[in-house]
């Protein structure tokens, strides 16, 4: 043990398994290890009510806003096949208090299952239906609501009623079609304050809301290609005016696998800009687990018959109680050694950056077993807690060969036999590879286990709720107000010279039905209005706190007022701050805060001739267009909103050339 370097072991394995840093990864680079990747797309509805009852939609609440707690505890129910869903399983085995902070006004008996549900609500079904048909998918003849089992307290019934609308889509990315599975309409879930033990704490007020879910085929072999994707049906959801917008409102599960690996799928991505590192961590973490399968066949290791050899440390052990040991016993911690045969180098191979595979089992221990980190520590520790020597010693009590690797397991009483089963369940999962499982992101591009992968075992029709057949007119009624296609947006925009880097600000916002209205009423050209928000617009939103009288039709106004007042476009680069930040000031008084006059061509440029002769006093610049740049900067402010910059140099030019 003491030649065996952990850290040292840690980069050997990552380079074995050839990681590439995100940034210098190559599409040759996600070829070799197979990335395959697809996306489950949730965007919550713009609606007046939640979809199963009456209850306001789109209020929340503060932390500690809430006026009666709920407790519940959730067990599993047989599936009509007679089955119980995996994931249903290990969450029983958690044991969780599940405790409900309700708010009057957000809350009802339905969202605790004391009231059968309300008929779905009809705007939001007709929204999610407008999606479907501008995603290109095959709207079903009979919608069918059917009820999807959750028992890690998401939902205080235990189920989330759900409907498929369409089916068999595809969406136009720059280089390739992605293929649409299914878009489904269901109600959001609560959100989770804390999870600490056995306690989980939730807030109710986002449960209920209406909410689509877009899932494609893993037809994306890029993280730029997923990122892509994940962009456009975020963008196709808001061309139509009618989700919602803001934190939390949009959330991507994104599935990803490698090639022997299995489907994981990172949960509740709330920003875009992670998907390309959360993916290609993950493809990379897949890819080292089958390394270590590898490893493991390499070394003649069997799974039938593998069991872990665990015995209990107490206070009799005194030579083994080191002070980290001392303070769990002293807590009132069961205190266990295990012994993994033949695992040495297992656990300190390297899965994602900064992360090894011991983090795969101490975060399990976490969700399933409820004991807090931290709550073990090992022979191949990056960071040990225990010395060499006390390492030994615990090795020679469990008769520990020099392959053999040793975990230290700490816990109360009542969680120690489902954390034991939880580490051997995760050992022998080595043996197979990749497990399928739901991860926890990260910001740094980590993941961490979250739950076991649910099955289909967890789908059953929901007897509360008829059928509602979409009659053939109906679809084409609401086909024909669709917005215009995404791709031809991109089209579009290219067309009237609008630069690339605003594409995707302009998209997100939803900008280009403003752009079209102001063109139209007003004359100003797209390619300006674009600059304008793309660019100005988009500086001032992102370094400002926004007031929450401001809207987008503010800026339709804005244009309206320059286009009566016959005033240059150009002006709106100086006045749209303070219109920003004091909304409902009127536009001529933001004129006088900028010290508007108004000046026509000849009145703007009747000084250049005397600033001339200054600037030929004062110049040292070698650059020819010195004097015709000082000249400008030296009256812009008087020719703010009255002259065109472009007529502003020609005139310039020609009075001093």
Known sequence: MSNFSPKQNYK?????????????????????????????????????????????????????????????????????????????????????????????????TYEVDDTPPFPIDKEALENALEISLLSNLNIVGEVHITRKQYLDGSIPTGFQRTAILGVEGEIQLKNKKVRLIQLSIEEDSCREISDIGHTRIYKTDRLGMPLIETVTYPDMETPEELVEAAEYIRFLNRSTGKVRTGIGAGREDVNVSCKGGSRVEIKGVAHNKWIPLLSHNEAFRQYALLNI??????????????????????????????????????????????????????????????????????????????????????????????????????????????????????????????ALETIEERILMCFDGVPEETRKSFADGTTIFERVLPGSDRMYPDTDSAPIPLANNYIDSLNKNLPIAISERFKQMKKWGIPEDTHKYLLSKNMIPLIERINKDFGFSPKFLGCFIGQTFKNIEGKKPHHIKFTYNKIYGLFQYIKENNLDADIAKFMISDIYNHPEIQFSTVLEDINYRKRNLQEVVAPIDFLNEKFKEINTSKDENADINWLMGQVLKQARGNVKMSSLRKEIEKKIK
């Open 12 to 108: 050997a394995t990552m380079k074995a398994i050839g990681f590439v840093e995100r940034k210098k990864a190559t599409v040759k680079d996600y070829k070799r290890i197979g990335f395959k990747s697809g996306l489950e797309v949730h965007q919550q509805l713009k609606t007046k009510s939640k979809l199963f009852c009456r209850c306001p939609a789109g209020i929340f609440h503060g932390n500690d806003d809430y006026n009666a707690e709920v407790v519940r505890h959730m067990r599993p129910t047989l599936s009509e096949l007679g089955e119980y869903d995996g994931t249903a399983l290990m969450e029983f085995r958690t044991r969780k208090e599940i405790i409900y902070r309700l708010n009057n006004e957000t809350a009802c």
């Open 293 to 418: 399968k590898k490893i493991i066949e390499k070394k003649g290791l069997k799974k039938s018959g593998f069991k872990i050899i665990h015995k209990e440390i107490d206070f009799s052990q005194t030579d083994l109680i080191s002070k980290p040991i001392n303070e769990k016993l002293k807590k009132g911690f069961k205190v266990i050694a295990i012994n993994l045969t033949g695992f040495k180098g297992i656990l300190s191979h390297f899965t994602q950056p900064g992360v090894i595979f011991a983090d795969e089992i101490i975060n399990r221990l976490k969700v399933i077993a409820c004991i807090e980190k931290p709550n073990m520590t090992h022979s191949e520790d990056l960071k040990p807690i225990l010395s060499t020597s006390e390492l030994n010693k615990i090795s020679t009590f469990l008769k520990a060969d020099k392959e053999d690797a040793q975990i230290m397991l700490w816990g109360p009483k009542a969680d120690i036999p489902t």
